[in-house]
């Protein structure tokens, strides 16, 4: 337990401290921002600073600080390391970044930020791909959910009736205005996945588990290590707690609804280090689980259901539960909400009538129903719909990295855009090799694994210096001139 409060208050610490470093170096002002100058009645609508944090926080967690987490649990002492490290240095600096890049924008959606800074080619695959990531993650966050409702209604009302009736709410949620469902209910839905979390801590300090500690190793203690190292296999399971490149696509729904810049820290930055607390505390429950039960359990709402049920009782497990729902399903509405707004800047089309959003928004539900199909229909479906959503998550904060590295290199003093470079470089080396050593992907020998992830980190490193002495040279060209 020394370990794992260590941690706690590591992350604490680091919105306090690196939280406003990085809120230094942006410079934030009293600028009027797009909610204020873009009012539209649907998505640019002005809402109270508390009430944008927890809907930026519930919107963000989805599965990931917790299924993640409960999974990463199994590679030991080295996900508390990831979710401390990552959520400071990687994540909440890629979330603050990129919502207040958004803000400073006129509330852009992610892909029309990456253009701008890394060119209209990598715009064009950045809106394709991006709205495949929502797509994707509205479908894999059906599943998890209804799941455990069939697990606390009568048998009748089994997994298929819950994916019905979430992606029904999909649908509601994504065509409303904002300030409707998402303003209403989601702060309500907020405080039942904090006090989940809360309650779970509480009990931690009761029952004052034997946790690993950082001085036993840092050693690989998944029962299937032979084929599943750590890098980069941890650093893709543990995602949402640590960094997110789904993320990055819901903070410029929430920068369309603030009404000052300087509020993005507790906003952005703060939400993902509330989100990082809650992965921290899932992984130190999940390896108590796993000491006690054996590694063998691998659903991880099964894990929630036991952990829940034992330390809170049948009626602080419910409200837990209902946390762990509420989660995943407002992250699944709001994955498809951003790409409806991705779809309308790109093609330019308004959303203020019904009929705009209906053109948009019914081809992504087929293509959701299709993949829902296809993860009932076949066993294995799921898991690797997963798998690819996990990969492709990860991959789009290494663009998003690289395009605010680009940002800081262009319009601040000095070496500042190191706070963004080196986590480009980790998680550049983190995505290639998973994809080539992952049994999903290329499936080459693990063996390969340091080579594949140098090799992916010199080449991204060498084609930014050439870019950035390039552009350096010009500039100061062009200043002579």
């Not at 029904?168 to 904090?194: E, N, S």
């Not at 004052?208 to 084929?227: F, I, Y």
């Not at 989100?275 to 689980?289: C, D, Q, R």
């Not at 959003?357 to 898991?383: N, Q, T």
Request: proline share 5%.
């Amino acid at each position: 337990m020394i370990t794992f409060t260590l941690c706690l208050l590591a992350l604490i610490a680091g919105y306090f401290f690196y939280g406003r470093f990085v809120e230094r170096i942006f410079v934030p002002d009293d600028r009027h921002t797009p909610a204020l100058t873009k009012t539209d009645g649907v998505d640019y609508i002005p809402l109270p600073t508390w009430k944008i944090f927890m809907i930026q926080f519930l919107n963000i967690a989805g599965l990931g600080p917790i299924f993640g987490a409960i999974m990463g649990a199994k590679f030991g002492s080295a996900s508390y390391l990831w979710i401390v490290l990552g959520s400071i240095f990687a994540g909440a600096v890629h979330d603050y970044l990129a919502g207040m890049l958004s803000l400073r924008n006129g509330g852009e959606s992610l892909p029309e930020i990456i253009g701008r800074y890394l060119g209209t080619t990598t715009k064009q695959v950045m809106r394709a791909f991006t709205v495949v990531l929502m797509v994707l993650v509205g479908a894999v966050f059906v599943a998890g959910p209804a799941g455990l409702l069939a697990n606390l209604t009568p048998t009748r009302l089994d997994a298929t009736f819950w994916i019905i009736v979430v992606f029904i709410y999909y649908i509601i949620a994504t065509l409303l205005p904002v300030d409707k469902i998402i303003g209403k209910i989601y702060p309500l839905f907020a405080i039942a996945l904090l006090f989940m979390a809360i309650g779970i801590l509480v009990m931690l300090y009761v029952h004052h588990p034997a946790l690993p500690e950082l001085w036993d190793g840092l050693q690989n203690t998944h029962p299937k290590s032979a084929v599943l190292p750590v890098f980069p296999i941890m650093f893709v399971s543990i995602a949402c707690g640590a960094i997110s490149g789904f993320h990055a696509t819901q903070s410029p729904l929430m920068a369309r609804c603030m009404t000052s810049e300087r509020h993005g820290r507790p906003i952005f930055y703060g939400a993902m280090i509330t989100e990082g607390i809650v992965a921290l505390i899932w992984a130190a429950a999940a390896t108590y689980f796993f000491h006690r039960n054996g590694m063998e359990e691998t659903n991880a709402s099964v894990i929630v259901d036991a952990i829940t049920r034992d330390w809170l009782g049948a009626v602080g497990g419910v409200l837990a539960i209902l946390g762990v729902i509420a989660a995943p399903i407002t992250s699944g509405d709001t994955a498809f909400r951003s790409a409806r707004l991705i779809v309308a800047d790109f093609l330019g089309m308004e959303q203020k009538s019904m009929r705009c959003r209906l053109y948009i928004c019914i081809p992504m539900f087929l293509a959701a129903i299709g993949l829902l199909l296809y993860s009932l229909r076949d066993k294995d479906g799921f898991d690797m719909i997963w798998r690819y959503f996990a990969w492709a998550n990860q991959t789009l904060s290494v663009f998003t990295l690289w395009a605010i590295t680009v940002y800081l290199a262009r319009e601040k003093k000095g070496y500042s855009y190191c706070i963004t470079y080196l986590p480009a470089l980790f998680m550049t080396a983190v995505c290639a090799t998973y994809i080539c050593v992952a049994p999903e992907g290329i499936g080459l020998d693990v063996r390969c694994t340091l080579p594949v992830a140098l090799s992916a980190a010199v080449l991204a490193g060498c084609w930014f210096s050439i870019w950035y002495w390039f552009w350096f040279f010009k500039s100061n060209k062009n200043i002579g001139k």
